[in-house]
């Protein structure tokens, strides 16, 4: 066990962890009920899941979540957050091609910390199991954290 923490990438984990701070944050902005960050607690082990099986489907799952999830919850925190120049340009992004060029902006945001950590673990001799539940408990901790921001502001 302590040999495995001695091995860990702090940096990656931390990165994960700070992606799902600001997801967390987002949904405790929005006042999200208890069966969205259920979801959001879900779609962060999927995602773990997908990333540690393959490329194949962790791209296009990410993209999914992205533009299902992601996106959509980013432009109404910017409403919600933001002043009327921050909620006009949510508008822009939130339509047509602003939603389709922003949508694989940010999946590749998310996607990135996750590959990392996962290339790193990889690199340093971790098991699949151990990257699995690595980045699913930095993304839960990350989800943890961003409720607690949000309620404290």
């Known amino acids: 066990m302590s040999n495995a923490i001695k091995k860990l990438p702090w940096l990656t984990s931390i990165a994960v ?66 002043n009327e120049q921050v909620e006009n340009i949510a508008n822009v992004l939130g339509s047509g091609i602003g939603f389709l060029g922003s949508t694989f902006l940010l999946a590749a945001f998310w996607f990135s910390p996750l590959f990392w950590a996962k290339w790193q673990m990889t690199k340093n001799g971790f098991h699949r199991n151990q990257i699995f539940w690595t980045i699913t408990l930095s993304s839960w901790l990350g989800l943890g954290l961003g409720w607690v921001i949000g309620r404290w502001q």
């Open 17 to 82: 962890l700070l992606w799902y701070t600001v997801y967390g944050w987002e949904l405790s902005v929005v006042s999200s009920p208890l069966l969205s960050w259920g979801i959001a607690s879900a779609i962060a082990a999927f995602l773990a899941a997908a990333i540690n099986i393959a490329w194949l489907l962790a791209v296009p799952a990410t993209l999914a979540i992205t533009w299902l999830v992601g996106l959509p919850l980013a432009l109404n925190t910017a409403v919600v957050k933001g």
